[in-house]
């Protein structure tokens, strides 16, 4: 009987190589390890560092090629969960499957549960994006005359707007600008309504 | 009283013999010289009538060339002052006479100005000094579905890109001024907030009457 797991079609082999070394570890052991993957997480740095790794494997007096190898297994299992969403009955059945020992897959799902919403905001907050907006300073300006005209009697819009990669710009606008420039966002405003009421959105 | 105000035109010698130009030349070829002078007069640094322009004005009109420069310049001084203080026609028709030009001329200065002093008027009201203005607003609207460690996301955005152009034209530094485009990402609160700035710059501008 075929059951699929979380992985997708394959179950990857760092995975398959864990319930064959996991029996001979014991849980302070791998507890380490599962908090150190997850600190990872969170942190900014893509991988453990190598003076990390070889600490952390000192301090849980484990071979280091078991214990390289539990470290990988278990940032596979947690990474994947995270990134597709996993629901928990899905987790804790996958992990059954794979024959791994019972406290070692309560420890992983109650770092998956508690760890899982921090990781996400983490995620959207750190996406690539172009500069976004932190500040708009404006003003209005009206000109009354010029070197050309006696009586000008223009208005004028100056922006200033200030993006969080450090550049300040400044320019400014004319009046038939700003209508269109006020007219284009209102539409897009109403799209993104329309788009956020799609149902397709809607399937988490 | 018209008479009170002072005259639109100081008759300084210069202005005098710029006069006596204008009167010696054809007066059905003053409509034509006048339009073109009219089409660039809101830019200062170009000139009306480039060099192989100004050599054939000289054989038509049958004039040395500093008396052909003499009469260009009188004619875009007239209409300089007109466009400044935006008199009506007749106004104009009025002070020229006084300072002494023909009276066909006059006419002829009366027409061309009836028919080009709106357009004169806007397109000098558009120069600025200021160095950037905000040519176009073009955007984009995306939905992000997935990144690097997080799948599934429907998370939508939109991205702005702002083109301003440098109304410099000074031509030295044409060069330099090129157009600059600068993009930002909104996503949807950020958007409503900018939206909510612009609104906020509305109704200021709807409190300005004159």
Redesign the interface.
């Known amino acids: 009987m075929e059951e699929t797991t979380f992985f997708g079609r394959t179950i990857p082999s760092e995975v398959k190589q864990l319930s064959g070394i996991i029996t001979q570890l014991e849980q302070n052991q791998y507890r380490k390890a599962i908090q150190c993957v997850i600190e990872v997480f969170k942190s900014s740095q893509n991988s453990i560092s190598d003076q990390q790794f070889l600490t952390l494997a000192k301090t849980a007096k484990c071979p280091q090629r078991a214990f390289a190898a539990l470290y990988t297994a278990i940032y596979f299992i947690l990474r994947f969960a995270i990134r597709n969403k996993v629901k928990i009955e899905d987790f804790e059945a996958t992990l059954t499957l794979l024959e791994l020992p019972p406290p070692f897959i309560a420890d992983l799902k109650k770092a998956y549960q508690a760890s899982r919403p921090t990781i996400e905001s983490l995620a959207i907050e750190r996406r690539a994006r172009q500069p976004q907006l932190t500040q708009l300073k404006w003003r209005i300006d009206v000109i009354i005359s010029t070197n050309l005209l006696n009586r000008a009697m223009k208005p004028l819009i100056m922006l200033q707007i200030y993006l969080d990669d450090g550049s300040i710009k400044t320019f400014e606008i004319s009046i038939d600008k700003f209508h269109e420039l006020r007219f284009n966002i209102s539409r897009i405003l109403r799209d993104l309504d329309d788009l956020e009421k799609l149902p397709i959105l809607k399937i988490e | 009283m018209a008479a009170q105000l002072p005259p639109l035109f100081e008759l300084t010698s210069k202005f005098r013999s710029c006069i006596n130009m204008i009167n010696s030349v054809d007066t059905a070829k003053l409509p034509l010289i006048l339009i073109r002078i009219a089409q660039t007069l809101?830019l200062k640094e170009e000139r009306s009538f480039n060099e192989v322009e100004q050599e054939k004005l000289q054989q038509v009109t049958g004039l040395s060339e500093t008396d052909v420069q003499l009469l260009i310049d009188g004619c875009s001084f007239i209409l300089?002052q007109a466009?400044?203080?935006?008199v009506a026609a007749n106004g104009l028709a009025h002070e020229l006479k006084t300072a002494g030009l023909n009276q066909d001329k006059c006419a002829a200065f009366m027409k061309v100005w009836e028919s080009e002093r709106e357009k004169i008027?806007v397109d000098?009201?558009?120069?600025?000094i200021?160095s950037?203005?905000?040519?176009?607003?073009n955007?984009s609207?995306h939905?992000?579905m997935s990144?690097t460690?997080?799948?599934?996301?429907?998370?939508?955005?939109?991205?702005l890109e702002?083109t301003?152009k440098s109304s410099n034209t000074n031509n030295l530094e044409k060069k330099l001024n090129e157009n600059e485009n600068?993009?930002?990402?909104?996503n949807?609160q950020?958007?409503?907030d900018?939206?909510q700035?612009?609104?906020k710059?509305?109704q200021?501008?709807d409190g300005?009457s004159?």
């Open positions: 809101h300089e466009a400044y203080y935006n008027v000098m009201r558009e120069q600025t200021q950037k203005v905000l040519d176009s607003v955007w609207m939905l992000q990144q460690i997080q799948s599934k996301m429907k998370s939508p955005s939109v991205i702002f301003t600068f993009k930002i990402e909104f949807h950020q958007l409503f900018f939206f700035n612009l609104d710059i509305q200021q501008l300005l004159f």
